[in-house]
């Protein structure tokens, strides 16, 4: 379980930094800046090709994201009017989409830097949509009582922030670029020294590398590809977890993964699929079942906006009543739908469907990790030297169910700091080489066999029998040596999805994201499971209650 990956007798290369990120999204690129503005060498560790925002798939979840940034923003309303928003209430709805496992005091603090961090990204350039008096706009999603989601070209916001903090990257060269990106680059492993982190591994054009660093930041984003069909990224396959795992850091709440209620319904298709953003139904779009009746009547005061976990799971309630493969979303009350929501109109065509026809068909989808590595307020792990930002790591914030477009905000937040962390560990020794790494194989499960195993037994809705069988299958894939990105990629799956399902079976009850069908019940007291590996082995090292 816990061998890590060989990528040959030795590196070819090694870099040297005073800061390594692993990812190139919201959380990671945030770093990066703020870590460059303090006049550290950094190199950033990109999965993808070199960025190109013309490119027809890219490798950040930040790129996809489509309703935007929830943030209070001082001052009055557009028109002039008095703000009824403040951190208290977008902190009390945060808490009430979290199925009781929402930390309130690390939230309220991520909650309160949010403005600024925004104002910072505005700063580098990122432009949000205005009304005419320049006012930012704002938009209201599920789980939110306010509105007070800002967002860029309509549904376009996470492209717009991926541009923005490229150029800034771009803006912040010179003869000697602060900022070093190793593109088509994948970790394969956290080097240790006397148990702190001193940098990674990784593989790269077919040569193995190191990058020394006395900091090592982890921001890899999600798991989505543990599942048959997924919002996700190609790239978002839980790289982050394993790596955090098997350098001895601590996972916690892995259980519960968030469903978008609304994913674009093709029939068989595997991979990345299209969002349907939450924001259509913000602006008066209405989810229906096949015979046009309410998906969400009687089931949530707030209808249509209720968090996540409630709306996905009626739309699976509905999908099985009524023998429907999916239910559909009805835009025809959503004024100029395909020029508010642009994004959402060219992924339905590109799938052959035509958005003026009123009806979207759409499923639940695997679409974020609300746990993760854990991390204290500062992003930092229980491995000295090693952080972890953005959707791979757990803050408390996301709790049991995320609160829309809060994970936008918590990697501009959450990047920040591990920045003021990295500035603080400059100058303390790494080895002088990479030198020779001997690994032993791992398990490495096939890639379908996985996610249709998952996608059965691990989706929505979960039991002990099904989570057994698929302990079971996990439990006798191969173990071979990873040689290839590929293999990487799988191997991280593997450990990921082991972890999913240990993390599945021991909350026997039912709570936010995570549903067990043979304990529909929430139990009274609200506890985080904590995973870790122990001699070789994951263990569930403790159970954690919620601080205050």
């Not at 990257?169 to 190793?182: H, K, M």
């Not at 020394?212 to 996700?232: D, E, I, Q, R, S």
């Not at 850091?249 to 994913?263: G, K, R, S, W, Y």
């Not at 999908?319 to 835009?331: A, K, M, N, R, W």
Request: a negative charge; charged letters at 20%.
């Amino acid at each position: 379980m816990s061998g890590s990956i060989r990528m040959g007798a030795g590196t070819d290369q090694t870099v040297r930094a005073d800061l390594v990120v692993v990812g190139a999204g919201i959380a990671g690129l945030t770093a990066a800046l703020w870590a460059a503005q303090d006049g550290l060498r950094v190199v950033v560790l990109n999965k993808g090709p070199h960025w190109d925002a013309e490119s027809g798939d890219q490798p950040t979840s930040t790129f996809y994201a489509q309703g935007g940034v929830a943030v209070v923003i001082p001052g009055t309303e557009p028109g002039g009017r008095s703000s009824d928003d403040s951190v208290d209430r977008h902190l009390a709805d945060t808490v009430a989409a979290g199925g009781g496992l929402t930390e309130p005091t690390a939230s309220g603090l991520i909650l309160a830097d949010g403005w600024a961090s925004v104002s910072a990204l505005i700063g580098w350039g990122a432009e949000f949509d205005r009304d005419a008096d320049g006012s930012l706009l704002r938009t209201r999603e599920g789980g939110h009582t306010r509105r007070r989601i800002i967002h860029a070209g309509g549904d376009a916001t996470g492209a717009a922030i991926q541009r923005a903090l490229h150029e800034a990257v771009r803006r912040a060269g010179g003869d000697v670029p602060p900022i070093r990106f190793l593109d088509d680059t994948i970790a394969t492993s956290v080097r240790l020294e006397d148990g702190r982190a001193v940098g990674v591994d990784c593989l790269r054009a077919g040569r193995t590398e190191s990058v020394l660093a006395p900091t090592v930041l982890l921001a890899t984003g999600g798991t989505g590809h543990l599942y048959a069909a997924t919002t996700n990224p190609a790239g978002s396959t839980g790289d982050g977890i394993a790596l955090a795992l098997r350098a001895g850091a601590e996972v916690a709440d892995l259980e519960f993964i968030q469903f978008h209620p609304t994913m674009l319904y093709t029939q068989g298709a595997r991979g990345r699929r299209t969002l349907i953003s939450e924001a259509v139904r913000g602006e008066g779009g209405r989810l229906v079942d096949v015979d046009g009746r309410s998906v969400t009547a009687g089931v949530h005061p707030m209808g249509d906006l209720a968090p996540r976990d409630v709306v996905a799971d009626a739309v699976q309630t509905a999908i099985e009543l009524t023998g429907h493969p999916c239910v559909y979303l009805d835009v025809s009350g959503v004024v100029g739908f395909e020029t508010r929501f642009p994004t959402v109109a060219a992924g339905v065509r590109a799938a052959g469907l035509d958005p003026a026809s009123g009806r979207i068909p759409v499923v639940p989808g695997a679409h974020y990790l609300c746990g993760g590595v854990v991390t204290d307020e500062s992003s930092r792990t229980a491995v000295d030297g090693l952080l972890a930002a953005g959707e791979v790591a757990r803050t408390g914030l996301h709790g049991a169910n995320r609160l829309a477009s809060n994970s936008l905000l918590e990697g501009l937040v959450m990047g920040r700091r591990a920045a003021a962390v990295a500035t603080a560990r400059r100058g303390l020794p790494v080895p002088e080489s990479g030198g020779r790494r001997y690994e032993s194989p791992v398990p490495i499960l096939d890639r379908d066999q996985l996610q249709d195993t998952m996608t059965r037994r691990v989706a929505l809705r979960r039991s002990a029998s099904g989570l057994a069988a698929a302990a079971d299958t996990l439990a006798a894939a191969p173990r071979r040596v990873a040689e290839t990105v590929r293999d990487v990629e799988d191997a991280a799956l593997t450990l990921t999805a082991t972890a999913v399902v240990a993390a599945a079976a021991a909350r026997t009850e039912s709570r936010g994201a995570h549903v067990r069908t043979d304990f529909p019940l929430t139990a009274d007291v609200a506890e985080s499971r904590v995973f870790r590996i122990v001699d070789g082995e994951l263990r569930e090292a403790r159970h954690a209650g919620v601080p205050g």
